[in-house]
Every structure is written in structure tokens, then in C-alpha cells.
């Protein structure tokens, strides 16, 4: 069991799961189109997690949890099954999460993409989405309180006339899954610990176009929006360092730096 505070050997396990974690999305990324399965896309992700890179995918078998990567298309909110029945469309937007175990430890990332041509409902949910990720990674520095994180997330989606799910959360990872701290991506009174050097953990809004309430389907897993609007997620997992933070997740296809110095 890790601590709250990681060892620089510890940090530098976990830097390596994320970079591959990072690099599954890079590489579905081409596959991702009108007319695939979410069946297929987890199928190649399974391949590319166990034959190309050796990795354990971490979500399989996560209390129970059938597929390699969770795939959560337009109105499912997270946790969406892969299977072979739903083909993506044009306009489309889904959320791939992926959670990689090397050498025991994790690394957990997701983005979304938009399937052929977007929507520009779909799409701005999106940029919004991210935004409020990157905005929120922007305040990450020792000594500030774990609540500033969710203030400027909460803020920057309502202030864009979106709303943000309170039922899942970002959480501390090592070579456990999910560990502590809990991050919560909304204002809270509770939850006033203050952020350390050394701390790891994922910051995963969830944004829906409509009312932030979600339920849980009959499969025990796909929740959705209880109004069926879309909704959106980007999840990254970060370092906190001396100065600001570390973003280990980060792919090429990020507008922000890996490393954020925030004054
Ligand atoms: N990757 C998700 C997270 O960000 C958790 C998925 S659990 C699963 O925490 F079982 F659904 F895979
Ligand atoms: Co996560
Ligand atoms: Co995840």
C-alpha cells in the first residue's frame, strides 16, 4: 500500500504506466470512426495494452468489470462497456478511459473524440471539458487547498451553462487503482487538505449539457445522464511538484506543457 506521498522510485514507476496509458489513446485514435464498434476499438487497445506494450489493462476484471477500456459514448456519463452491437456514427462524441498496471503500478487517463463530422453542441461540450481540466491543473502547487481544485472546475462549466456530475470523483493512484486523496470536481466545505510535493492523483471531470444528476443502468456499470443530454470527460493524472505540477498523462495532442509552474 503507497502513501499519500510518493517516493521518487515510486514516481518514477507510476511516470512510466501513465506515459503508456497516454500512448493507448495516441494510438486508437486512427481507428476511431463511423461505422466501428466500441467492441472493436477496446479489442485493439487490449492488443496494443498486452502485445505491444506488456502492460495489464486495469480496468479488466476491475470489481468485475468485463473490457480492457471503458468506452462512454455521447449521453453515458463514465464506465460505458465496449461491445459489439453499438456503431459509432457521424457526430458522436465518446470518452475513452484508459487504465494501464506496469510493473504494479497504475497510470489513468481519458479523452474524448468525436466521431467523423462533429456537432457543434458535441464539440463545444468538449473544448469546455478539457478547458476546465486544464484550468484546474493551472492552480496545482503545494500549500493550496485540495477544494481550489473543484472551485475552478465547478466555476468554469456553470459559468459556460454546463453542469458537473457529483457522484464520481478524481482519486490518488500508485499501485493501487484508486487510493486516497479524493478529488472532488465541485465546491465542498469538507475535503480541506492541503496539496504536497510528492502527491499524485487524477483529476476526471465529468460535464453534462444538461442537469448534473446521473443514474446507474442495469448492467451495474453505464451511467448515464438521468436527462439524456451528452456529456463529456477528460482525465488526466499529475504529480505535484515544488513549484506547480506534473501532467504524466499528457499526449501530443495537449495544449498544455507537461510541466505547469504556478505562481
Ligand atoms: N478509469 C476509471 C477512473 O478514472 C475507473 C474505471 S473502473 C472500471 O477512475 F471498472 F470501470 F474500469
Ligand atoms: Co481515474
Ligand atoms: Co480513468
Known amino acids: 500500500m503507497s502513501f499519500i506521498i510518493k517516493t521518487n522510485e515510486e514516481i518514477e514507476k507510476i511516470r512510466i504506466a501513465c506515459h503508456l496509458a497516454a500512448e493507448v489513446l495516441e494510438m486508437i485514435e486512427r481507428y476511431v470512426k463511423p461505422g466501428v464498434t466500441t467492441g472493436e476499438l477496446d479489442k485493439i487497445c487490449h492488443e496494443y495494452m ?10 479488466l476484471g476491475y470489481q468485475g468489470f468485463p473490457k480492457s477500456v471503458c468506452i462512454s ?26 487504465t494501464v498496471i506496469n510493473n504494479s503500478y497504475y497510470g489513468d ?11 457543434i453542441q458535441g464539440q463545444n461540450l468538449c473544448k469546455i471539458t478539457q478547458e476546465s481540466l486544464y484550468l484546474s491543473l493551472k492552480v496545482i502547487k503545494p500549500g493550496i487547498s485540495i477544494n ?15 453542469s458537473i456530475v457529483r457522484e464520481y470523483c478524481g482519486h490518488g493512484i500508485g499501485n493501487n487503482f484508486h487510493e486516497e486523496p479524493q478529488i472532488l470536481h465541485y465546491k465542498t466545505k469538507n475535503n480541506k487538505l492541503i496539496l504536497q510535493e510528492g502527491m ?35 482525465e488526466h493524472t499529475v504529480l505535484v ?9 499528457l ?10 509552474i504556478n505562481t
Request: proline share 4%.
Open 50 to 59: 498486452i502485445n505491444k506494450q506488456g502492460v495489464i489493462p486495469g480496468c
Open 73 to 98: 459514448v455521447n449521453e453515458v456519463v463514465c464506465h460505458g462497456i465496449p461491445n459489439d452491437n453499438q456503431l459509432l456514427k457521424n457526430g458522436d462524441i465518446i470518452n475513452i478511459d484508459v
Open 109 to 119: 487517463t481519458s479523452k474524448m473524440f468525436i466521431v467523423g463530422k462533429p456537432t
Open 148 to 162: 481550489k481544485i473543484g472551485c475552478v472546475i465547478q466555476k468554469y462549466v456553470e459559468s459556460n451553462g454546463f
Open 200 to 234: 499524485i492523483f487524477t483529476v476526471e471531470p465529468m460535464v453534462n449539457i444538461g442537469n448534473h444528476d446521473v443514474y446507474t443502468m442495469k448492467d451495474g456499470w453505464t451511467v448515464k445522464t438521468k436527462d439524456h443530454s451528452l456529456s463529456a470527460q477528460y
Open 241 to 249: 511538484t515544488n513549484k506547480g505540477c506534473e501532467i504524466l498523462t
Open 251 to 260: 499526449r501530443e495532442d495537449d495544449t498544455i506543457p507537461v510541466l505547469l
